[in-house]
């Protein structure tokens, strides 16, 4: 059974990602500039930390809501 701690967990994941796509990908122009910003191993690990934030940001977003 999966726990409630995961759940969430995943939710905040998701969540992140949700968010992370809708700055980055507001219009179509902007796919060129994320194809080279994000063309290398630094851009994946740019990627990674700003995945890491957004999901910081929704965790202490759910918590100050109560979820």
Do not use: K
Not at 8 to 18: D, E, G, M, Y
């Amino acid at each position: 059974m999966i726990s409630h701690q995961r759940i969430r967990s995943r939710l905040l994941s998701a969540a992140a990602v949700l968010l992370l796509l809708g700055l980055l990908f507001p219009t179509a122009a902007f796919n060129e500039a994320f194809t080279r910003l994000f063309g290398g191993v630094m851009g994946l690990w740019f990627f990674w930390q700003l995945f890491l934030l957004m999901r910081q940001l929704v965790a202490w977003f759910a918590e100050r809501l109560g979820i």
